[in-house]
């Protein structure tokens, strides 16, 4: 079992809005080092999506956004599109554990 | 740019190790540590440890201790994680990541371990 809790999977229109949960504990994404997800494509490298919690790297469209409220996290994904069909993982640092945790991974269906 | 290249896909049978490696370019070798994660067909990322690539020193996963061991080549920049007494739900993506801070800004593409007799 994963240590953050994620969705098995999500689904939505094009165009339409979506928004993938990511629970935690205070010794994961409560603690000070935050959440950042990842987007997982068939045979590609994974990309960094959000960082910290809910800032974005260059080159990634504002149409993803992160949020975090205290031991939850969201990754909302707005207008919808057929390339954003993938898995999604939420990752942070554990200081019970002392090692980094990933959720179980949320698979999205642009229908 | 930053790149991370890793080996080729494996085919090993149970009971034996794989090494898998993973050449970085683009960035200062020794400046940042490298983690190995995996994702076992229809199962999450799941972190199996890091290397300082300066020192040598390694944290693994407590899953992963006892068969578990990475490596680095300063020379060539290159990281390896080598993983012994396979079995069959070894069988899984391996990545090569680098961090920054407390998440990865950079992966390899991956290197398909399949465990089989």
């Known amino acids: 079992q994963s240590v953050l809790t994620q969705p098995p999977s999500v689904s939505g229109a094009p165009g339409h809005r979506v928004t993938i949960s990511c629970t935690g504990s205070s010794s994961n994404i409560g603690a000070t080092s935050g959440v950042h997800w990842y987007q997982l494509l068939p045979k590609t490298a994974p990309k960094l999506l959000i960082y910290g919690n809910s800032n974005r790297p260059s080159g990634v469209p504002d149409r993803f956004s992160g949020s975090k409220s205290g031991t939850s996290a969201s990754l909302a994904i707005t207008g919808l599109q057929a390339e954003d069909e993938a898995d999604y993982y939420c990752q942070s640092y554990d200081i019970s554990l002392s090692g980094w945790v990933f959720g179980g991974g949320t698979k999205l269906t642009v229908l | 740019q930053v790149q991370l290249v890793q080996s080729g896909a494996e085919v090993q049978k149970p009971g034996t190790s794989v090494k898998v490696s993973c050449k970085t370019s683009g960035f200062t070798f020794i400046s940042y540590y490298m983690h190995w994660v995996r994702q076992a067909p229809g199962q999450g990322l799941e972190w199996m440890g890091i290397i300082d690539t300066s020192a040598g020193s390694t944290t693994y996963a407590p899953k992963f201790r006892g068969r578990v061991t990475m490596t680095r080549d300063t020379s060539t920049s290159t990281v390896y994680m080598e993983l012994s007494g396979l079995r069959s739900d070894d069988t899984a993506v391996y990545y090569c990541?680098?961090?920054?801070?407390?998440?990865?800004?950079?992966w390899g593409q991956g290197t398909l371990v399949t465990v089989s007799s």
């Open positions: 990541a680098r961090p920054l801070g407390t998440y990865y800004d950079f």
